[in-house]
């Protein structure tokens, strides 16, 4: 089972900032959070990933909790293009464990 | 040329015909990947294989089997295609090591039994 929770849909405005939460409660010391993409039918797409520091990169930024038990991933002006299904996912790196994926949350920029 | 590709890209086969489908990688990477989709569906791991000699079930590998053929080469098949086996097919590859940036995707294969 995915150890993530995502509200399952969410709308933002061309050119607004997207925040796209997600709950990981129950994550690990050396799980990574790492998000990945989808758009249409397309293969999933890396986007960031971060372990307890925020992280930023050309595509978007990773705001995690103090705590570690959530996140929210900042498309900072999005576009239509960005519109896809976004996934949330913990992952521990260099291990033997898989990305496990959830159903995601469909994002949909409107004009 | 895609960095991770799979052939064919779309296929149409009918119920109990056997069917393989290819992935071949340039990223370099060991671990080799192949998740299926169904519609409104996230994806589910039919099997791995994290070097050559190594080939791993997933969640959900009854009805298909794989082939690790080359560090760059990975496939999956289906020996006797049954219709809810249609769906979405994705290879995918990561690097174990240190600075991991995730998995990079192929562009999946449409697969329909009839």
């Known amino acids: 089972d995915a150890k993530t929770t995502q509200p399952p849909s969410m709308d933002c405005a061309e050119g607004r900032a997207a925040n796209l939460p997600c709950n990981h409660s129950t994550i690990s010391g050396n799980e990574y959070v790492y998000w990945y993409r989808q758009i249409h039918s397309q293969g999933p797409q890396y986007i960031i990933h971060g372990l307890k520091n925020n992280e930023t990169n050309e595509m978007a930024s990773l705001i995690i909790t103090e705590d570690r038990k959530s996140s929210t991933l900042i498309l900072p002006h999005a576009t239509l293009r960005d519109t896809a299904v976004y996934y949330c996912i913990v992952y521990s790196q260099g291990g033997s464990e898989k990305l496990v994926f959830g159903k995601g949350m469909k994002l949909t920029v409107n004009p | 040329d895609a960095d991770v590709t799979q052939t064919p890209r779309n296929r149409i086969t009918k119920t109990g015909k056997r069917i393989m489908l290819e992935c071949s990688q340039t990223k370099g990477h060991d671990r080799m990947y192949w998740y299926r989709q169904d519609p409104g569906l996230g994806l589910r791991l039919i ?7 190594d080939i791993n079930k997933g969640e959900i590998s009854d009805g298909y089997s794989v082939s690790r053929q080359a560090q760059a080469k990975f496939s999956l098949s289906l020996e006797s295609a049954i219709p809810n086996q249609t ?5 995918a590859t990561s690097d174990a090591g240190i600075g991991f940036y995730g998995y990079t995707f192929g562009s999946g294969t449409r697969l329909t039994v009839v």
Do not use: E, G, P, R
Not at chain 2, 47 to 53: G, H, L, N, P, R
């Open chain 2, 87 to 91: 769906a979405l097919y994705f290879c």
């Open chain 2, 47 to 53: 099997y791995y294989s994290f070097d050559v000699k």
